[in-house]
């Protein structure tokens, strides 16, 4: 895999085999009766990382998260976090806080209580436990809401309060479960760039759980995807989006158009795969050595495909004729439906460069169309 | 046009449905409620007389043909004077203060047991909270003097058994008021608990062990406070027949247990001295209804705060 020699081992711990992991999850799997929530995971997560655990609901990500946090108890499998085994560690005894998808805050206390409630209960003395709070107050700039109940402050307010109450008393770990899913989208990518800067300036390790990818691409470090208990594919945003490994993660993970083949053969890196549904075999990249006849799926996302009203000359490029079906007019970017034959259908996406001439895009409705795509722009994919 | 017409016609018979059904509340509480106590109010400030009705009338005419109000407040000194009102008084609000924390300390655990259970388990154990009230209130405060008489089934049992000689006296005591208020006013604790902690967001106790505070820390912390209104309305269904309750203590406590109820019964029934037997019931009105209205002013302050 292409990793980026540009980024150092100090900003990429997993990739330093003498780093330690901060939280090791070790075989840790998760039953409600007949049904296996978490399936016999492994993962290590680093200090100062912000990671993510990405899924569709029910694929168990947030019963993961509640694990580490202590309020479910693993079936079986143990829990790491700095070194100490939290099998028998309660919930309250944990170096860990969580920041709730519903904020969870007491609604009976006021902003101020609200953050002082974790420092109170570790017997930290008054003048010291003023001053944390009036410093987390600060930095979520909620300095004069501080005597406000809950319920007298906006969805986003409430969010910056459950955020300083998660921090407030130095965590190894913050969890935080769906961070933004409640604020709408604007408030969302103010606070998303908030988060990535606490982060940094405090080094907490933050582990987040979402459903949305968007989210976890611009925040994390690296990202776990889940379906069904188990991990698809771990790695970071640029692994995760640009060398899928499953089918799954291709198509959950922005999206794909995929052909299903057999391997005719592989040279120099690169595969050559027979689809039925198509004229010319389909080119790809693929490092690892593929045996002829292999079941595989091609996968190019469309935003690497290229559209073009006259045929491609490059050498070696996948070049396909088709129609125009359907045009999707987002504004800086349009994607085009093209009909390739009765069987295939292929999504384009092309940014428009330019305004449209005498009312024309790129391309029209009904217009005939090449598309194009380099090997190095698709991926094979055997499961 | 003839739709503006027909929409106006709705319009208007929403406004005379919406009428009645503020209405109908309204005369129903004038007619059964406001009405009794008027008369009540009106009687307690009358003077007894050998007649029917057997007190003097509010608005009379003199010998010279004036009208003339006649307010009586004697009744009312009369209690102050009599030692024996105002000790009733205190010991009917000392057993219904106790039995009001009995019911709590017992229905606030059973309420919560009912909240956590899973949902099928829930609904059994509600039905069986409400289920003794489909049986006579009054069978079942004889149900328990069967249990606790000298000869009782509880005494019995105790004796074959050999724990006691002879009988423990329990019928006739203060004790045996207490296990019949208790017994009796248990659900009216245990439901508005049950619905006010069925609110109660499990989110919250996570937060709360969450950020440290130990399992005796969140319950005092967090899930007394947020179950404060089912607290006081619970206490309040239970503390306000409990301060008049007039059956248990005669037919558990017998004459040995002094309640307001029962004086008022007496004088009534046995005196036929309606006039201080209405100002007993106005003084009790009162001595709940105060503190009931200072509580409310409490928190509407805190509310607007």
């Known amino acids: 895999m292409a990793a980026a020699a540009s980024h150092s081992i100090h900003d990429r711990p997993w990739l330093d085999p003498a780093q330690k992991p901060f939280i090791q999850i070790q075989g840790v799997s998760k039953q409600f009766g007949p049904f296996v929530a978490v399936d016999n995971v492994d993962l290590d997560i680093y200090r100062g990382e912000l990671f993510s655990l990405l899924g569709g609901s029910g694929c168990g990500k947030t019963t993961l998260l509640r694990m580490i946090a202590g309020f479910e108890t693993p079936t079986s499998g143990r829990i790491v976090i700095d070194g100490e085994d939290m099998s028998s560690v309660p919930p309250y005894d944990r170096p860990v806080n969580m920041m709730f998808q519903s904020y969870a805050l007491f609604p009976h206390m006021t902003v101020e209580q609200n953050v002082a409630y974790g420092l109170k209960r570790d017997g930290v003395a008054k003048a010291e436990i003023q001053s944390r709070v009036n410093d987390m107050l600060g930095m979520v700039e909620l300095t004069q809401f501080r005597k406000r109940k809950p319920h007298q402050l906006s969805g986003g307010q409430r969010q910056r309060v459950a955020l300083a109450r998660s921090l407030v008393k130095n965590p190894k770990v913050l969890l935080l479960d769906e961070p933004l899913g409640a604020l709408d989208k604007r408030l969302r990518e103010q606070t998303q760039y908030e988060l990535m800067n606490i982060q940094d300036r405090l080094g907490v390790t933050f582990v987040v759980v979402t459903h949305d990818q968007e989210e976890a691409m611009t925040l994390s470090t690296r990202i776990a995807v889940m379906d069904q208990g188990y991990f698809q594919q771990i790695g970071t945003p640029t692994e995760i989006y640009e060398y899928p490994v499953t089918r799954f993660v291709a198509n959950f993970i922005g999206s794909a158009n995929m052909f299903e083949g057999r391997v005719a053969s592989q040279e120099d890196e690169i595969a050559e795969v027979t689809v039925d549904t198509l004229p010319v075999p389909i080119r790809a990249e693929h490092a690892a050595p593929l045996a002829a006849g292999t079941r595989a799926w091609v996968a190019v996302r469309p935003e690497k495909v290229q559209l073009s009203r006259e045929p491609f000359s490059q050498a070696g490029i996948n070049m396909l004729e088709g129609q125009v079906e359907e045009i999707g007019y987002y504004g800086e970017s349009s994607t085009y439906r093209i009909r390739i034959n009765e069987d295939v259908r292929l999504e384009v996406t092309h940014p428009n460069l330019r305004r449209p001439r005498d009312g024309r895009h790129l391309a029209e409705w009904e217009d005939k169309v090449y598309v194009g795509w380099e090997p190095g722009a698709a991926v094979v994919l055997t499961s | ?305």
């Open chain 2, 1 to 305: 046009m003839a739709q503006g017409a027909f929409g106006r016609a709705i319009e208007k018979a929403q406004a005379s449905w919406k009428f009645l059904v503020i209405f109908i509340p309204y005369a129903w509480l004038l007619i059964f409620f406001l009405a009794p106590f008027f008369m009540v109010l009106k009687i307690s400030v009358a003077e007894l007389r050998i007649a029917s009705p057997p007190f003097t009338p509010l608005i009379a005419t003199d010998a010279a043909g004036a009208t003339i109000i006649r307010l009586v407040f004697d009744n009312f000194a009369y209690l102050w004077e009599d030692s024996l009102y105002l000790n009733t008084y205190l010991n009917s609000l000392k057993i219904s203060t106790t039995s009001t924390l009995l019911c709590l300390l017992i229905g606030y655990p059973i309420a919560y047991a009912i909240v956590r259970s899973t949902p099928t388990t829930r609904n059994i154990l509600l039905l069986l909270i409400i289920l003794p009230f489909w049986t006579s209130f009054l069978l079942r405060v004889y149900a328990w003097m069967g249990l606790l008489a000298d000869q009782g089934t509880i005494n019995n049992l105790l004796i074959w058994l050999g724990v006691i000689d002879s009988p423990i006296r329990m019928l006739y005591t203060e004790f045996a008021v207490y296990i019949g208020i208790v017994y009796t006013y248990l659900p009216f604790m245990i439901l508005p608990l049950y619905a006010n902690m069925e609110k109660l967001d499990m989110s919250l106790l996570e937060a709360a062990s969450d950020l440290g505070a130990r399992p005796a820390v969140t319950f005092l912390t967090v899930t007394l406070p947020m179950t404060v209104p089912g607290i006081v309305a619970g206490s309040l269904l239970v503390f306000i027949p409990a301060t008049g309750e007039y059956v248990i203590p005669d037919l558990l406590g017998g004459g040995n247990v002094l309640m307001i109820g029962r004086v008022l019964y007496n004088e009534f029934n046995a005196n036929t001295d309606w006039p201080v037997a209405s100002a007993v019931a106005i003084v009790l009105l009162l001595l709940l209804v105060l503190p009931m209205m200072l509580y409310q002013h409490i928190q509407s302050k805190e509310a607007s705060s």
